[in-house]
């Protein structure tokens, strides 16, 4: 318990270091009720990728044609009910409509091959982080992940302040990709008001060239004088 919880609208404990399991027992929340914004993950996420059941790797182009690549990924477009290139230099899809969920085939060099998205991998995965389950490891009432998980994905926007907290625990990274996790499946990245704030020394303007507020435009300067530059931004990166 700190004094400053007395300010907050909902106070949460938590047991210290077991935020992960509170992050993914409120995902298993918002998938189940259907509170996550499907066109933005669509859109803005890696979550519609296909991923080969036979090994767990992302379908790639590298499976599908000769000299392929390995960096180029594809989606099950719903409209056209075959697999697409997954956009490189946009994240634009315009006409596909990507699906999250569901098995398909792919005809692959190594013959069919079943392939699901990676959204309906993760729902598979979560369904066991209950919140009565992580009430085991976070102290936390399942009633209270529950409405903290509706609350966050129903916000106008999110802010999740971290600074060096996570990151001095030994599994620390994983803390926080299961926050981004939440981010993602809820639209709360690129608009205003939302944010994820991590290792504060890269915002901090007093640390040489690593701060952004005062490093960035060196970086952007440095790269564009680069000549394969432009072929990179050309290839999608």
């Known amino acids: 318990y700190s ?22 027992a409120m995902a298993q929340v918002i998938i189940e009720e259907k509170l996550y914004k499907p066109d933005f ?18 379908l790639t182009e590298a499976h599908l044609k000769p000299n392929g690549k390995d960096d180029a990924f594809y989606m099950w477009d719903t409209k056209t009910n075959q697999i697409m290139d997954a956009p490189r230099k946009s994240l ?7 699906a999250l969920e569901g098995t398909y085939q792919a005809t692959t060099s190594e013959g069919n091959v079943q ?3 990676v959204f309906e991998l993760l729902k598979e995965h979560v369904k066991d982080y209950t919140p009565e389950k992580a009430s085991k490891i976070t102290t936390t009432a399942p009633s209270l992940i529950r409405k903290f998980a509706r609350d966050f994905a129903k916000a106008g926007a ?3 302040l971290s600074t060096f907290n996570w990151g001095k625990y030994y599994n620390g990274n994983e803390i926080e990709r299961a ?13 205003r008001g939302s944010m994820c704030n991590g290792f504060t ?19 952007k300067e440095q790269l564009a004088k680069d000549p394969r530059y432009e072929g990179w931004k050309e290839d999608g990166w």
């Open 158 to 160: 999110v802010t999740s």
């Open 3 to 24: 004094p400053s919880s007395v300010h907050s609208d909902l106070w949460v404990p938590v047991a210290l270091g077991s935020d992960a399991a509170l992050a993914l």
């Open 201 to 219: 020394g890269l915002s901090a303007d007093a640390i040489a060239g690593t701060n952004l507020l005062g490093g960035w435009d060196a970086i």
């Open 41 to 58: 993950i669509r859109e803005q996420t890696d979550m519609p990728f296909l991923v080969r059941t036979d090994t767990g790797k992302f």
């Open 92 to 98: 634009h899809l315009g006409d596909i409509v990507p």
């Open 179 to 191: 926050i981004h996790l939440l981010f993602g499946l809820c639209g709360h990245w690129g608009k």
């Open 115 to 117: 392939v699901q998205p």
